[in-house]
């Protein structure tokens, strides 16, 4: 069942801590001013994930193989074809980038981009420095045995996507499979068989392949 929107996007106004999610501002607990309702904001966030990742066309944007468009294009191009967008402005974008919790966007000079989960061909340049020593991947008892001997490789996306935590990687895969396994990653082995791994949100990771050899599966990962 898909959970009602609940949590309303504000700016500190008073004390100047910026824009946060929720009732209160974490700093100084004030209210602070609304800038979008929870449904605006559960709106907004489907359809600026379902146009970064999968159809700009849609909205008459260009997009670079790096995945970046154009924030002010990709604003208008949306109050333009869902009017109950006409207010949007780059405050509102910024405001909904920056509170992200997990990371998920970047928007730098102008340009706007999704930095993982899509399903059109791109060549990212995320950050390869500072990943952790191992990651993890959940996946099904009947799939981890496959994965096991010949590796992760991109199914439905086009990349892999590897989670920063085993807590991490089990609430992804319980989105999916009743009762996931997980897979840990040995992130330096990775490296030493050339498949860089790039950190492309607060908890995920992304690379092209990860190697049989750099893989083993956690016990009691169910």
Not at 7 to 18: F, N, R
Not at 182 to 190: E, K, S
Request: aromatic share 8%.
């Amino acid at each position: 069942m898909r959970r009602t929107p609940d949590e309303p996007l504000k700016a500190c106004i008073k004390h100047q801590h910026g824009y946060f999610r929720g009732e209160k501002c974490q700093y100084c607990s004030e209210e602070g001013e609304l800038v979008m309702s929870p449904r605006h904001l559960d709106q907004f966030g489907r359809v600026m994930a379902g146009v970064l990742r999968h159809f700009p066309d849609r909205f008459e944007l260009e997009m670079d193989q790096q995945g970046w468009v154009a924030a002010g294009e990709f604003i208008e191009s949306l109050k333009h074809q869902r009017r109950h967008f006409s207010y949007l402005t780059m405050d509102h974008l910024k405001a909904a980038v920056e509170t992200d919790p997990k990371g998920r966007y970047q928007l730098v000079d102008g340009r706007l981009r999704a930095t993982y989960a899509h399903s059109i061909e791109l060549e990212l340049d995320l950050p390869t420095d500072d990943v952790p020593e191992h990651l993890y991947f959940a996946c099904s008892q009947e799939d981890s045995n496959e994965y096991l001997e010949q590796g992760l490789y991109p199914l439905d996306r086009q990349m892999v996507h590897l989670s920063g935590t085993r807590l991490n990687a089990l609430e992804a895969g319980r989105h999916i499979i009743g009762k996931p396994v997980v897979l840990l990653v040995d992130v330096r082995a990775a490296e030493k068989a050339e498949k860089p791994i790039m950190k492309a949100g607060t908890t995920v990771y992304v690379t092209y392949e990860v190697p049989a050899s750099c893989l083993r599966k956690l016990p009691d990962s169910a």
